[in-house]
């Protein structure tokens, strides 16, 4: 079973056919969306901010995620919010950021705080996404620091969606046939 905290009286929340890997590790104020998966070794941690993973995304091995607490000088600090139909990559850490529908974010990338990700967007693979930078809706990031490469033809428009699927299936099937060997 993964290990579900609460902190400071803040209980995680979790959806219906959630697959939650006992590896990973979800604290605080986190709300996780139905059909969603969380696999090896996830750290999300919702201790100083919220949390919010809507439904049907997939968060790979190894990714951190976490937020920026309030403060006098930023109120509301930076929760993190990951929309519908996300697939974030192995290894990423999200920090304080918002992303919207049907996004991929590639392998080790790192986006950081007060970052907006409009709907379809693609993140290549070890970006880096600055504070404060918003990427426009439809659009290949890449780089590090992460510049707008070329708009996102058809095919690419549907394998996000796609993606969330595969991960949907994925977890089905854990959900189902996954058993410790002792």
């Known amino acids: 079973m993964a290990d579900i905290r609460s902190f ?5 929340v979790i959806g219906e056919r959630v697959y939650l890997d006992n590896s990973s590790v979800i604290v605080g104020d986190v709300r ?5 998966s969380i696999w090896p070794m996830v750290a999300a941690r919702g201790d100083v901010n ?27 600090g930076h929760p993190l919010i990951i929309g519908d139909n996300v697939t974030v990559g192995h290894h990423c850490m999200l920090h304080g950021c918002k992303l919207g529908h049907r996004i991929l974010v590639g ?10 990700v409009e709907d379809e967007v693609i993140i290549g693979a070890g ?12 659009y290949l990031y890449v780089g590090s ?3 707008k490469k070329r708009a996102l033809n058809q095919n690419e428009r ?25």
């Open 50 to 76: 919220s949390i919010t993973i809507g439904s049907r995304s997939n968060i790979q091995d190894g990714c951190i995620l976490h937020v920026t607490r309030r403060s006098s000088q930023n109120p509301e």
């Open 158 to 182: 549907d394998f996000l969606s796609q993606s969330a699927q595969n991960y949907v299936d994925l977890k089905n099937d854990y959900l189902m046939d996954v058993h410790p060997i002792s």
């Open 32 to 36: 996780i969306g139905d059909d969603s």
């Open 107 to 116: 392998m080790s990338a790192v986006i950081m705080d007060d970052v907006i």
């Open 145 to 147: 620091p992460v510049e």
């Open 127 to 138: 970006s880096l996404v600055p504070p404060g930078k918003r990427l426009e809706k439809g």
């Open 8 to 12: 400071h009286e803040q209980h995680p």
